[in-house]
């Protein structure tokens, strides 16, 4: 790209950060709920983070565990304490049983109980001035019933700022978006500025298949992809974990060397959370045992710029190591070139918690692991998010609307990417959801 076509692009984006932010924060301070929206790579979370330094007692919650520990929150599910609820009437009798087990242990009424159980969600509801959601698409209609059923034990009115893209991965076996339930009262806000790649024909095309455009001219596009070759090591995209696993496994059997064995740890800070470990580790890809090689393709899944590695990253094992203090390392050769010594990483879960007027997070339990997984292949939806320099995408499984959006709009560099068992019913966007954008484009217009 042009040199000053590149600044201009990068200035309008800034531009139009600017001007939304201000938007944003002026709705929200007015009181009115904002749903920050737009396609993938345009700078949510970027935007929201922005958006948070404006308030001094936010809520940050995802959707997913992975959106949860990005946006540096809890996960809503844990914070309204949602457990495994799908719909209200399985939150009340959730809820019942609960408090019948505080009532039972502390030797208690149900009231009291009742007000131990709700406790912390009513605090940090007092002191609130600002509720974040990321990754709506992937909330359910039920689950914002269920968010309007905790939300009526706060005595104010709070905001929320609902971050995410309706075209993007759907709620996993719901009957409806967010967007379908009557609790759905936000002002639609929408960046427009794709920031994760330059080139304008990939971002026209990615623009279509958004919508499920299935022109000549977007499957011409997609077809060439498969006569191409990758020209460095791709992450493949898969749609299930069957066959992520059994192509990284494949793929690390052909090293030579001994495998080192990497084991999580996890240690427990605050009692009464020791069943929320496993879903923890399963929600940010940390295995009980991870197996690694020398010259195995890893990924970092972590934000650590102080040791030198970000989210998504790419590099190769080249060895392994111990520090004086006895940790063992392994060795990673980025592929900028830089090698690191890679350490166990603390991961922590965090709960919000009101400290008199302030919202703090406390540590309830800590899991120790390598902050790498295999990148021979990933699924589409461990990769949401992360922006991928080549990547390999095999539609074969492909049955889900956004399923090819999501995976195509990981690239970071469309001149090396390529896909396999593509046909042009793999394009697919929910009809609602399409109806529903249309809708409130006509609105914005």
Request: net charge positive.
């Amino acid at each position: 790209m042009n040199k000053g076509i590149a600044k201009t692009k990068a200035k309008n984006v800034k531009n139009e950060n600017k001007e939304i932010e201000k938007s944003v924060v002026q709705h929200l301070k007015s009181g009115r709920n904002v749903f920050l929206t737009g396609a993938a790579g345009v700078g949510k979370t970027y935007v929201a983070n922005r958006i948070k330094s404006h308030f001094k007692n936010v809520i940050i919650l995802g959707s997913t565990g992975i959106s949860a520990l990005r946006i540096g929150g809890d996960t809503l599910h844990s914070f309204f304490k949602f457990f495994v609820s799908k719909n209200i009437e399985e939150l009340k009798l959730s809820d019942e049983k609960h408090i019948e087990l505080i009532a039972q242990k502390k030797r208690v009424t149900k009231a009291a109980a009742n007000e131990i159980f709700l406790k912390n969600i009513k605090e940090c509801l007092r002191v609130a001035d600002l509720i974040i959601i990321d990754e709506i698409s992937m909330v359910s209609k039920e689950v914002m019933e269920m968010i309007d059923y905790r939300l009526r034990l706060a005595t104010k009115n709070i905001p929320i700022l609902a971050v995410g893209d309706f075209f993007q991965l759907p709620p996993v076996k719901a009957d409806g978006f967010a967007f379908e339930s009557p609790y759905w009262n936000f002002k639609v806000i929408e960046l427009t500025q794709v920031k994760r790649t330059d080139d304008a024909e990939f971002t026209q095309i990615l623009s279509l298949i958004r919508i499920g455009d299935k022109s000549e001219k977007v499957i011409n596009y997609l077809k060439s992809l498969q006569e191409r070759q990758n020209k460095s090591i791709p992450v493949r995209l898969f749609s299930t974990n069957a066959e992520v696993e059994k192509y990284n496994k494949a793929r690390l059997k052909e090293l030579n060397g001994e495998t080192f064995e990497a084991k999580a740890t996890a240690t427990i800070l605050e009692e009464g959370f020791e069943n929320e470990i496993g879903e923890f580790m399963r929600s940010q890809n940390i295995p009980e045992v991870a197996s690694f090689k020398s010259g195995a393709r890893v990924m970092f899944t972590v934000n650590n710029k102080d040791d030198g590695y970000v989210n998504g990253e790419l590099g190769t094992i080249i060895g392994f190591d111990e520090f004086e203090d006895g940790t063992e390392v392994i060795i990673v050769r980025k592929d900028d070139g830089k090698k690191i010594a890679v350490a166990p990483f603390q991961f922590n879960k965090d709960k919000i918690f009101a400290d008199e007027d302030k919202l703090k997070l406390k540590t309830v339990f800590e899991v120790d692991a390598y902050p790498l997984r295999l990148a021979y292949a990933s699924t589409v939806h461990k990769v949401q998010g992360l922006s991928i320099p080549s990547l390999y995408i095999d539609c074969k499984r492909f049955f889900l609307p956004s399923q090819l959006y999501v995976a195509l709009s990981r690239s970071s560099n469309p001149n090396d990417l390529t896909m396999v068992n593509f046909s042009p019913d793999k394009i697919i966007a929910d009809p609602k959801v399409v109806q529903w954008y249309n809708e409130i484009q006509s609105k914005m217009n």
